[in-house]
């Protein structure tokens, strides 16, 4: 069988969907591959970590018809606290202060799955192949060929596309057959969440402590606990994640101090390894990399899906009254459009993930410095919060809140 679209996208996790449902509700004629079968299980993004959705991203799920169908609403961050383990000084940003009601709020990424298989669901146009696996590919002037694999017989072995979008996670298959090279980091990190229950309201606020090994935030949760984002050393991970809950809360309690009370029980917890992936370029003939088949960047700062978020609205603006959405003068509109916001965001993690990390005395002054001017300089502080809200660069026409 054969099948041929405008736009075919591989991959349906959360910036896939994200992306088909934008550019159908465009018009485009979409069809998506996905690896999970209907009633199967969900793909691996749709996981139980903690979600912090910049303000633009709310914006654009809202255009998109996505939060409706949030089963619980985004908890807002109205303020957050920042400092590091050792050094002095901190920084307390509040919402109100920037002439916002919050930052932006924080989701499940199950839960966030969930309303966009909703929302994908109730986009009718949209083709959906499942189980459906890349296989290959061929690309020419005109257009691409995808060749798939499925133990289904009544899906397609090949189909053909106008444009191919790589929304394929972190070792795309997509990239790789394109050829396209990486770099890669490994910060010998491990990200450890969970759900946490203290005895002190988190009214709103998030806390960012940073430590010689790693980041520790505590989200709110609209179910009244904190979502803990919590790094550790690569080599400690196995040992941490196998101490009862209360040693671990014990542990983390410690590690936190007392600023969000005392910690009460936690929820089951998982590990990700914290590993940088940059793909050299975003494009090929007829071909665009997007979300985490694009970058995948340190979780510091809660920045890694609102970034492919945005990779996924700025391309929707790209296509936008395109005649032919491969061809290269769109593929480079839409380069343009990401380099600004996606330099600044690659520097601002990358660099606050190992300037954070050191134990030097140097950046120990340097970071205590920093810290206290930004805590007492409004001016400064603006050019941080535009930046998390996801307000930098080329703004994306649904990030800022405009109708699809």
């Known amino acids: 069988?054969?099948?041929?679209?405008?736009?075919?996208?591989?991959?349906?996790?959360l910036v896939g969907s994200s992306v088909a449902c934008a550019l159908s509700m465009a018009g485009r004629d979409v069809a998506l591959i996905e690896a999970t079968a209907p009633k199967g299980p969900p793909p691996p993004s749709f996981d139980e970590r903690n979600l912090a959705l910049a303000a633009a991203s709310l914006n654009a799920l809202e255009a998109l018809g996505v939060l409706r169908h949030l089963a619980t609403p985004?908890?807002?961050?109205?303020?957050?606290?920042?400092?590091r383990a050792g050094d002095?000084?901190?920084v307390q940003l509040d919402a109100r202060q920037h002439g916002r009601e919050a930052f932006g709020g924080v989701v499940i990424a199950r839960e966030l799955g969930a309303a966009l298989e909703a929302r994908l669901?109730?986009?009718?146009?949209?083709?959906r192949y499942r189980p459906l696996r890349f296989h290959g590919l061929h690309s020419g002037d005109e257009g691409v060929r995808i060749d798939t694999r499925s133990a289904t017989p009544d899906l397609p072995s090949t189909l053909s596309a106008r444009l191919l979008l790589a929304c394929d996670g972190s070792d795309s298959p997509v990239r790789q057959a394109l050829g396209i090279g990486v770099q890669r980091h490994d910060y010998q990190q491990t990200l450890i969440v969970h759900a946490l229950r203290s005895d002190r309201p988190h009214q709103g606020r998030a806390w960012e402590r940073f430590t010689d090994t790693g980041p520790l935030a505590l989200l709110p949760r609209?179910?009244?606990s904190h979502g803990v984002v919590c790094g550790v050393a690569g080599e400690q991970a196995e040992a941490l994640l196998a101490l009862p809950d209360a040693a671990w809360l014990a542990w983390l309690q410690q590690r936190f101090g007392g600023r969000a009370g005392r910690f009460l029980?936690?929820?089951?917890?998982?590990?990700y390894p914290i590993i940088r992936t940059l793909a050299e370029t975003l494009t090929a003939p007829r071909c665009v990399l997007l979300g985490n088949a694009a970058q995948t960047i340190h979780p510091i700062g809660a920045q890694g899906f609102n970034l492919g978020l945005r990779d996924a609205l700025s391309l929707a603006d790209a296509l936008d009254g395109a005649d032919d959405p491969g061809a290269p003068s769109v593929l480079a509109d839409y380069r343009d459009r990401r380099e600004e916001d996606r330099a600044q965001t690659l520097a601002f993690s990358d660099g606050l993930a190992r300037f954070t990390a050191g134990s030097g005395?140097?950046?120990?002054?340097?970071?205590?410095?920093?810290?206290?001017?930004?805590?007492?300089?409004t001016g400064a502080q603006a050019a941080l919060v535009a930046g998390a809200m996801g307000f930098r660069g080329r703004v994306p026409r649904l990030a800022r809140g405009q109708v699809a």
Not at 5 to 13: A, D, N, R, S, T
Not at 265 to 271: I, L, P, Q, T, V
Not at 361 to 377: D, E, I, M, N, P
């Open 74 to 83: 985004p908890a807002p961050i109205r303020r957050i606290h920042i400092s």
């Open 121 to 127: 669901a109730e986009l009718s146009a949209i083709r």
């Open 88 to 90: 002095f000084g901190s």
């Open 222 to 224: 609209a179910d009244g």
């Open 265 to 271: 029980r936690c929820g089951a917890r998982h590990a």
């Open 361 to 377: 005395f140097a950046h120990h002054l340097l970071r205590s410095a920093g810290l206290s001017v930004l805590g007492a300089t």
């Open 1 to 13: 069988m054969h099948s041929s679209h405008e736009i075919v996208v591989v991959g349906g996790g």
